[in-house]
């Protein structure tokens, strides 16, 4: 069974760099597409990128990460990374990975992580 665990998370200034690093277990990952979502305090989890099986494809769900946040994997190590630039306070969340299955775009995501929290503040 598929088990994902986030790391690379903490504190940072605003302007600042951080890369998450989603490691997988249990399961190969390179027949899984991966997600990344996000939960700030006392809102929603919402999605903020996916990657697709092979790396082919990458989508970014929040037009305020495009051109900051970057998702890419490396099937050999089992691990997908989100690079984030650029960091802003309102992106200071709990950061989840989860699998999508063979597809980012069919919404049906499991096997979270336990998250990783990123704070943003000066």
């Known amino acids: 069974q598929l088990q994902l665990v986030e790391s690379g998370g903490g504190l940072v200034q605003p302007g600042g760099s951080l890369r998450l690093s989603c490691v997988a277990s249990g399961a190969t990952l390179d027949y899984y597409a991966i997600g990344w979502f996000r939960q700030a305090p006392g809102k929603e989890r919402e999605e903020v990128s996916c990657?697709?099986?092979?790396?082919?494809?990458?989508?970014y769900a929040l037009d305020s990460v495009k051109g900051r946040f970057t998702i890419s994997r490396d099937n050999a190590k089992n691990t997908v990374y989100l690079e984030m630039n650029s960091l802003k306070p309102e992106d200071t969340a709990v950061y989840y990975c989860?699998?999508?299955?063979?597809?980012?775009?069919?919404?049906?995501?499991?096997?979270w992580g336990q998250g990783t929290r990123v704070t943003v503040s000066s």
């Open positions: 990657i697709s099986t092979s790396g082919g494809i990458t989508y």
């Open positions: 989860a699998e999508g299955g063979s597809s980012c775009f069919v919404g049906n995501f499991g096997s």
